[in-house]
């Protein structure tokens, strides 16, 4: 529970570097203590849950790692380079990709649209440059070729409004939105929380598909059952600290929750268990 | 289907959906996509009503007559699309269009500025309220509603002080201000001004502005769902600002359509401008909660007005039936909006 474990994530385990790391980790705002020293490392091609009770520090942490909230201290490291986000517009442009729980596209807009907003393609030549014509049929066709990729075979019309889709299907245009976009890391900050449980399975299988591409997924989550389906390791977040990293092979749901609540207490030297494979 | 959609069979409910589709939902489906096609077939409705009524109506003289009394609004209505799209709303635009006119006239009347850089000036000052308009908006953080109803008050009070409550008569007025009054000969009889051809060629950028570039998408955008917009990387506020600042603009560029109608710059005309450009918009099919409309949408909810405006004054009847109308179909448009909404979302 030190922050003396910070100096090497992976420990003996491994020496493949994260590809997100987050080392002492602290944010307060005025007396309340988010972030107290947190550790975080994601390695390359893995889906790690963060798990932790309210007030634990997953959402501030998740918010440091995407940019959205600046750490008091504490380092970060994408790929081994030290870096720090002001805003979130910085850590997209370094390919880090964040899906929110709230179902962030604008429903009265097309699929294509909202895949590139924000980053609208214009057309070559001087259609593009002197009018400032955006390149529509091109981000139509690169949303299609994106939305095939991902196996979402039944969104066909990329200029159908989003407002026609189902919940579990525009959550699916935020998940093509991010991993056409997010060339290291995709955060999915409750991605779930909003959808029933057949669009929940649709979203699982997203995550699932973009590990198969060799993708590292962050997913934050309260649902265990959805942690423990699709998560190769589970990083517990307790007190504004990591309490543990385990593997949900190794351990129970029950041990979990305890692990979250403090009921169950963890060694420090088994907090940064390394990648798994 | 393939055999690689067919392994991720939980993803067919797109289809059930498509094939729920009742009749009715088709039709909120075609008027979702075309928000100008209700208006349309109301113009339309509307024209065969008067010519029928009065054969004085459909003569090719008095179709050109209402295109030039539509276009002051018509123009108004342009910039109030572009902030209505926002979910705003701007009750300062009439006076910011008198308070450009006035500094127009003024300027080269009174202060010996050449007519194109008084013109010039003038639409700057409209820019600038708008700009005005749209920093209370982002920075103040108040209802755009709210932020208008006092800058109309301010707008209007200041042209009244500036103008010293005088107007700038025809002779007075520079020659490249009452340019926009000049009439243009159409084959077939119609007449119209340069100032219809102005209106006409702002409402042609503007489509393809909205429609084509980056900032298009980012103003429906900011409309539809400020958050999710956010989220999506764009900077909300600083796009709210350059429709503010853009609307004021085109609200200067009314005052030069103005004065070309009138003839003269007055600080006591166009006192429900504003209103009557919401209505053109309303009418026209945009969504007063944002992020839905079109501008062609806004000239043909001018055009009504216009129409039945010219209509009821032909046919010798009682302008109170003008307002009854006009008053009906903003109850019609807005309901029926909320009807396509309620079904889409």
Not at chain 1, 32 to 50: I, K, M, R
Not at chain 1, 56 to 74: R, V
Not at chain 2, 48 to 61: D, K, V
Not at chain 2, 213 to 221: E, F, N, P, R
């Amino acid at each position: 529970m030190t922050e003396t474990t910070t100096t090497k994530s992976g420990g003996g385990t491994s020496t493949v570097q994260p590809v997100l790391e987050g080392r002492g980790l602290v944010k307060t705002y005025g007396r309340v203590v988010a972030l107290d020293g947190a550790d975080f490392a994601l390695y390359p091609g893995e889906v790690l849950a963060v798990i932790g009770d309210n007030g634990a520090g997953k959402s501030t942490l998740i918010k440091a790692l995407s940019g959205a909230e600046i750490p008091d201290t504490g380092d970060m490291f994408l790929d081994g380079q030290q870096v720090s986000f002001k805003r979130p517009n910085e850590a997209r442009a370094m390919g880090i990709e964040t899906v929110y729980q709230t179902l962030a596209v604008a429903p009265a807009l097309d699929i294509a649209t909202n895949m590139y907003l924000g980053r609208e393609v214009r057309k070559p030549g001087p259609l593009g440059s002197v009018f400032r014509m955006l390149d529509g049929a091109g981000m139509r066709k690169a949303a299609k070729a994106q939305m095939t990729e991902l196996g979402i075979g039944t969104l066909q019309n990329m200029a159908q409004a989003v407002e026609t889709l189902s919940g579990g299907q525009r959550q699916a245009v935020s998940v093509a939105r991010a991993a056409a976009f997010g060339s290291r890391v995709i955060i999915l900050d409750e991605p779930t929380a909003a959808l029933g449980v057949r669009e929940s399975a649709q979203v699982l299988r997203l995550i699932q598909n973009l590990r198969e591409r060799g993708m590292p997924v962050i997913l934050i989550s309260h649902n265990m059952p959805q942690v423990f389906e699709v998560a190769d390791r589970i990083h517990v977040q307790r007190l504004g600290k990591r309490a543990a990293v385990i593997t949900p092979q190794s351990v129970s749901i029950t041990d979990v929750v305890a692990i979250m609540t403090g009921a169950l207490q963890v060694p420090a030297e088994d907090q940064t268990l390394g990648p798994v494979r | 289907m393939t055999d690689a959609t067919a392994t991720t069979a939980g993803y067919d409910a797109a289809e059930e959906f498509l094939d729920r589709q009742s009749p009715i939902q088709r039709l909120q489906g075609i008027l979702h996509a075309y928000p100008w096609l209700s208006p349309a077939v109301v113009l339309v409705i509307a024209l065969i009503i008067f010519s029928s009524i009065t054969s004085l109506f459909a003569q090719p003289g008095n179709l050109g007559t209402i295109t030039q009394q539509t276009a002051v609004t018509a123009t108004l209505a342009l910039g109030q699309t572009l902030i209505i799209l926002t979910a705003g709303i701007d009750l300062s635009c009439g006076a910011v269009m008198v308070f450009s006119s006035m500094v127009m006239a003024k300027m080269a009347f009174d202060q010996g500025v050449a007519g194109l850089p008084a013109l010039f000036l003038g639409i700057v000052v409209g820019g600038l309220a708008g700009l005005i308009n749209g920093l209370l908006v982002t920075r103040v953080n108040l209802p755009p509603f709210i932020v208008t109803l006092g800058t109309l008050g301010i707008f209007t009070s200041l042209t009244l002080l500036y103008a010293t409550g005088r107007t700038v008569r025809n002779r007075e007025l520079a020659d490249e201000l009452k340019w926009l009054g000049k009439p243009v000969l159409l084959p077939g009889g119609f007449t119209i001004t340069y100032g219809v051809l102005v209106m006409i060629a702002l409402y042609l950028i503007f489509a393809y502005v909205l429609r084509y570039t980056a900032w298009g998408t980012h103003v429906y955008a900011v409309g539809d769902d400020p958050d999710a917009a956010r989220l999506a990387g764009i900077q909300v506020n600083r796009v709210l600002l350059s429709v503010y600042a853009t609307a004021g603009v085109i609200f200067g560029i009314a005052g030069w359509v103005l004065i070309g109608r009138v003839n003269a710059a007055s600080p006591n005309s166009g006192i429900d401008a504003n209103l009557d450009s919401i209505t053109a918009v309303v009418i026209g099919g945009t969504s007063l909660f944002g992020g839905r409309g079109r501008v062609f949408g806004s000239l043909i909810g001018a055009l009504i007005v216009g129409v039945v405006d010219n209509g009821l004054s032909v046919a010798g009847l009682d302008e109170a039936y003008k307002r009854l109308a006009i008053g009906t179909l903003i109850i019609v448009a807005v309901t029926a909006d909320q009807w396509i909404r309620r079904a889409r979302a």
